[in-house]
């Protein structure tokens, strides 16, 4: 087995209840019962690599020594720069959101950090496809953090598209839960990114199954916690 040292840029939400119990907790060493997907540590062992979680990044220090107690880690930075000087650390987890995400990346890849970035990965298209150039051609493993391509149900119903089950495609119908700020940006892209995962759309067939913009029906209305918002 290999140890893959790892450290995370950003300690807010999805730090705290999406990567670091995963990676910090006995899932990643004992895996449970074989289920129809895979665990977190089934995948780590065929991989033959055991991730450890080294060091961390915040701007906010009390959450970062929050964060650090919590999880016994000790190594702790307020500047992104200064984590990526670690010659010791392998990857990055870049989870401080679109806005510093530009920032952080290019400086990883020339350090040779290996990158798991939260989407959105940026906030414009000009920032994707620079970083997309930054990658390429790097050497770097580079992922994007659409984990819903990962769910068992979703790469069941992929694998019945491939293999014919279900007939021809014609729709696909997605919702997503409302409640937070830029929801569109920040929840729903994960609809379209399903629909590229199932179909293999290519920028042009989404814009094509989207047609043209347009203003939003006037039925369809913003929920928040739940509730339909009066129109």
């Not at 007939?167 to 409640?179: I, K, M, P, T």
Request: glycine share 10%.
């Amino acid at each position: 087995m290999r140890e893959i040292k790892i450290g995370v840029i950003g300690c807010g939400g999805i730090a705290q209840w999406a990567h670091l119990p995963v990676l910090t907790g006995p899932d990643v060493l004992m895996p449970e019962e074989p289920t129809p997907g895979k665990s977190t540590a089934e995948m780590m062992a065929e991989a033959e690599i055991v991730p450890r979680v080294v060091a961390l990044c915040d701007v906010r220090e009390e959450l970062l020594r929050s964060v650090g107690d919590r999880y016994r880690i000790d190594r702790r930075f307020t500047d992104y720069r200064e984590l990526l000087e670690q010659e010791d650390i392998d990857a990055v987890l870049v989870l401080a959101g679109h806005k510093v995400n530009y920032e952080v990346i290019p400086l990883a890849v020339e350090k040779g950090k290996h990158i798991f970035v939260e989407k959105p990965m940026t906030g414009t298209l000009e920032e994707a496809l620079e970083v997309e150039r930054i990658v390429k051609g790097s050497g770097i493993v580079f992922q994007v953090g659409f984990m819903r391509r990962c769910y068992f149900a979703y790469r069941e119903g992929k694998r019945m598209i491939e293999e014919g089950e279900i007939g021809q495609v014609e729709a696909l119908n997605g919702r997503f839960w409302s409640g937070q700020r830029d929801d569109l940006f920040n929840n729903g892209i994960h609809i379209f990114d399903l629909v590229q995962f199932f179909g293999g759309a290519s920028d042009r067939g989404l814009r094509q199954s989207l047609g043209e913009p347009h203003r939003p029906d006037r039925r369809i209305r913003r929920r928040q916690g739940g509730k339909p918002v009066p129109e």
